[in-house]
Nanobody
């Protein structure tokens, strides 16, 4: 039974930084495609960033230059480094794995998602 557990969410002030982590159980980040999503109350789920095995990354425009997705394959941890945070970044962030194919982009389809970690920017 695959589980993804996110951590690192917190309440921060505008301009602050956070690093989110995603640790899987019964799953290894194998370098196909992994991603981070977010969802705010009353809004649809939004893909934020994806990373491929060759290190290629994709971001939505609103986070480009501020967020960085990465994978430590040795530790099997997926990260999302967030900087210059804005109130509009406030959301429940969760990681995704088990890519269903297609293009490795923030709106890709994944089999597995975690329960999320809350990020609040004020």
């Amino acid at each position: 039974h695959v589980q993804l557990v996110e951590s690192g969410g917190d309440s921060v002030q505008t301009g602050g930084s956070l690093r989110l982590s995603c640790v899987p159980s019964e799953f290894s980040f194998g370098g196909a495609c992994e991603g981070w999503f977010r969802q705010s109350p009353g809004k649809e789920r939004e893909g934020v960033a994806t990373i491929e095995g060759d290190g290629k990354t994709n971001y939505i425009d609103s986070v480009k230059g501020r967020f960085t997705i990465s994978v430590d394959y040795g530790k099997n941890i997926l990260y999302l480094q967030m900087g210059s945070l804005k109130p509009e970044d406030t959301a429940l962030y969760y990681c995704a794995a088990g890519w269903r194919g297609g293009y490795c982009v923030p709106w890709a389809d994944f089999r597995y998602r975690g329960q999320g970690t809350q990020v609040t920017v004020s």
